[in-house]
């Protein structure tokens, strides 16, 4: 395998000095670690258009032993993307959420097995859509269980976004709940008052159970969500390019979003919508997206976890509380896992993805088990491996979700420090 992608960079060796500005590897204790497949990956990447720009950054036993930059961050521009290029990373927000509320666990100011309601009362008489009649109208029944705190961290409350294109996605949008000039009070009350997609507790449906955990937390410090995100997470960690806005006579570091049309070519991604990115601040700060934020920003927060929930000499959590995060929550009987089936062979802890058995064939997406992470719509990626002690960060911007890009990446890591072992002889499902 390693010969075929000293091949491969020899084919492109053109397009990818043309592709790449600045790729170098730090020298570190892991001498054994290879740039030539991340290299490769990246830049093929980006002369294949799959996306406009992308870089990694990658640490192995606390040292950094790679960062690459390939394309550009705006093509119209021909601004190329940098170290310090600011992505917007979409749902790679939901595990600093995780962590701000995690540290709010260990204040004892609630617990996983505390009924939603009982700190957001509105919750006390949602209602489960079961199905629509003859007329249309939908039918509605009580949960069969209490929605509880633990539900909103693994996705078991039974929330959706709205894209879903059911009875119970309606719904949703026609509530409204993301609206950016809503506060997370708000946005609270109005969900409450649409129906379930499913019954809490007996689905893994992704949806709206970060921003409910938002709130939560508004509600047990009364203070402002954002205000908590800083002073727990974002400034202890020295994340200073990590942020819910920017002014817009600031953005000139921020990557453009591309959409891939039918055609091939890469066009910017209008900003409308909930995802606009707007010319003044939301009064909602989002648990579940909003945040944009560098490589070296994320990967001060990565490794935080991959270190036991420490950053030199900086305590955001307790060991025990990053392995309760890390640890798979989801119950056995759970079978309806909406696309978390797609990330491969995983569980899920408490806002992130739990690797639980190595990929059985080259077609998942590469990973060991133990590992954690999660990624974002435009198609950031993070991830901890606390076996081999690699901390990994990419970022692009790509929408909708692009799983190849960051398969590229996944298994060319691993190829770099020699630990890829699925057979390329093993039959794809």
């Given at each position: 395998?390693?010969?075929?992608?000293?091949?491969?960079?020899?084919?492109?060796?053109?397009?990818?000095?043309?592709?790449?500005?600045?790729?170098?590897?730090?020298?570190?204790?892991?001498?054994?670690?290879?740039?030539?497949?991340?290299?490769s990956a990246l830049a093929e990447l980006v002369d294949s258009q799959t996306v406009a720009g992308t870089s990694a950054l990658i640490y192995a036993g606390g040292?950094?032993?790679?960062?690459?930059?390939?394309?550009?961050?705006?093509?119209?521009?021909?601004?190329?993307?940098?170290?310090?290029?600011?992505?917007?990373?979409y749902s790679m927000t939901k595990p600093i959420t995780g962590v701000t509320l995690m540290s709010l666990y260990e204040d004892g100011l609630f617990k996983l097995?505390?009924?939603?309601?009982?700190?957001?009362?509105?919750?006390?008489?949602?209602?489960?859509?079961?199905?629509?009649?003859?007329?249309?109208?939908?039918?509605?029944?009580?949960?069969?269980?209490?929605?509880?705190?633990?539900?909103?961290?693994?996705?078991?409350?039974?929330?959706?976004?709205?894209?879903?294109?059911?009875?119970?996605?309606?719904?949703?949008?026609?509530?409204?709940?993301?609206?950016?000039?809503?506060?997370?009070?708000?946005?609270?009350?109005?969900?409450?008052?649409?129906?379930?997609?499913?019954?809490?507790?007996?689905?893994?449906?992704?949806?709206?159970?970060?921003?409910?955990?938002?709130?939560?937390?508004?509600?047990?410090?009364?203070?402002?969500?954002?205000?908590?995100?800083?002073?727990?997470?974002?400034?202890?960690?020295?994340?200073?390019?990590?942020?819910?806005?920017?002014?817009?006579?600031a953005r000139g570091r921020l990557a453009t979003v591309y959409t891939k049309t039918d055609s091939g070519a890469l066009e910017a991604t209008p900003e409308t919508?909930?995802?606009?990115?707007?010319?003044?601040?939301?009064?909602?700060?989002?648990?579940?997206?909003?945040?944009?934020?560098?490589?070296?920003?994320?990967?001060?927060?990565?490794?935080?976890?991959?270190?036991?929930?420490?950053?030199?000499?900086?305590?955001?959590?307790?060991?025990?509380?990053?392995?309760?995060?890390?640890?798979?929550?989801?119950?056995?009987?759970?079978?309806?896992?909406?696309?978390?089936?797609?990330?491969?062979?995983?569980?899920?802890?408490?806002?992130?993805?739990?690797?639980?058995?190595?990929?059985?064939?080259?077609?998942?997406?590469?990973?060991?088990?133990?590992?954690?992470?999660?990624?974002?719509?435009?198609?950031?990626?993070?991830?901890?491996?606390?076996?081999?002690?690699?901390?990994?960060?990419?970022?692009?911007?790509?929408?909708?979700?692009?799983?190849?890009?960051?398969?590229?990446?996944?298994?060319?890591?691993?190829?770099?420090?020699?630990?890829?072992?699925?057979?390329?002889?093993?039959?794809?499902?």
């Amino acid at each position: 395998m390693r010969q075929i992608v000293k091949t491969l960079l020899t084919i492109t060796g053109i397009s990818l000095l043309s592709a790449c500005q600045n790729s170098s590897p730090v020298t570190s204790p892991a001498d054994s670690f290879d740039s030539l497949p991340v290299n490769s990956a990246l830049a093929e990447l980006v002369d294949s258009q799959t996306v406009a720009g992308t870089s990694a950054l990658i640490y192995a036993g606390g040292e950094e032993v790679y960062f690459g930059a390939f394309g550009q961050a705006n093509v119209k521009n021909e601004d190329p993307i940098e170290r310090d290029t600011q992505f917007r990373i979409y749902s790679m927000t939901k595990p600093i959420t995780g962590v701000t509320l995690m540290s709010l666990y260990e204040d004892g100011l609630f617990k996983l097995t505390d009924p939603v309601s009982k700190y957001l009362p509105e919750f006390e008489t949602v209602k489960v859509l079961s199905q629509s009649d003859d007329t249309g109208e939908p039918e509605l029944e009580t949960p069969r269980n209490a929605m509880t705190v633990i539900d909103l961290f693994r996705h078991t409350a039974c929330f959706g976004y709205g894209w879903e294109g059911t009875p119970a996605a309606k719904l949703l949008g026609d509530a409204d709940v993301l609206n950016p000039a809503k506060p997370l009070s708000q946005m609270s009350e109005d969900l409450a008052a649409v129906p379930l997609y499913c019954h809490p507790g007996e689905q893994w449906k992704y949806g709206l159970s970060m921003d409910v955990l938002a709130r939560l937390a508004e509600v047990v410090t009364k203070r402002p969500y954002e205000d908590l995100v800083y002073e727990r997470v974002l400034t202890p960690l020295k994340m200073t390019d990590t942020h819910y806005f920017i002014a817009p006579d600031a953005r000139g570091r921020l990557a453009t979003v591309y959409t891939k049309t039918d055609s091939g070519a890469l066009e910017a991604t209008p900003e409308t919508g909930n995802w606009k990115f707007g010319e003044t601040k939301a009064a909602q700060t989002n648990g579940g997206h909003g945040l944009i934020s560098t490589l070296d920003d994320y990967m001060r927060f990565a490794l935080m976890l991959q270190n036991e929930g420490t950053l030199n000499g900086v305590k955001i959590l307790k060991p025990e509380t990053v392995a309760l995060m890390s640890k798979d929550h989801l119950p056995p009987q759970i079978t309806q896992k909406d696309f978390l089936p797609s990330k491969g062979q995983v569980g899920f802890g408490l806002t992130m993805a739990v690797r639980t058995a190595p990929p059985s064939n080259t077609a998942e997406p590469y990973g060991i088990v133990g590992e954690f992470f999660w990624d974002g719509a435009a198609s950031p990626l993070f991830w901890v491996d606390p076996k081999n002690d690699i901390t990994a960060v990419f970022m692009t911007q790509i929408y909708p979700h692009n799983s190849d890009a960051q398969n590229a990446f996944r298994k060319a890591v691993y190829e770099g420090f020699n630990l890829y072992e699925v057979s390329a002889d093993t039959p794809n499902p």
